[in-house]
């Protein structure tokens, strides 16, 4: 079903003013369907991934989502530590 909303993005896109790029586009898939996704998209150029960065945040894999999340709160951690020590 995806192939077929992309065909139609690609059809009706461009008379809206949107024209889909596949070759930088991300297409975030569960880690079970990594396979059928490349079968089915790499072709068309895609980047085929588990999780991303999105809007400031991430999506995709709940693994990554926890291991990005603990690499931030560690970032905020040894600034407040930095700033604790300069006060």
């Known amino acids: 079903?995806?192939?077929e909303y992309y065909s139609e993005l690609c059809a009706a896109g461009p008379g809206r003013g949107y024209f889909p790029e596949p070759t930088i586009?991300?297409?975030v898939v569960k880690?079970?369907?990594v396979k059928r996704a490349t079968a089915l998209?790499?072709?068309l150029g895609f980047k085929i991934v588990t999780g991303?960065?999105?809007l400031g945040g991430r999506i995709g894999d709940?693994?990554?989502c926890k291991e990005w999340i603990a690499e931030k709160v560690a970032g905020w951690t040894r600034?407040?530590?930095a700033l604790a020590v300069m006060a």
């Open 31 to 33: 880690p079970q369907s």
């Open 52 to 54: 991303t960065r999105y």
């Open 62 to 64: 709940e693994a990554a």
């Open 79 to 81: 600034g407040i530590r």
């Open 1 to 3: 079903r995806i192939l």
């Open 25 to 27: 586009s991300i297409l």
């Open 41 to 43: 998209f790499q072709h």
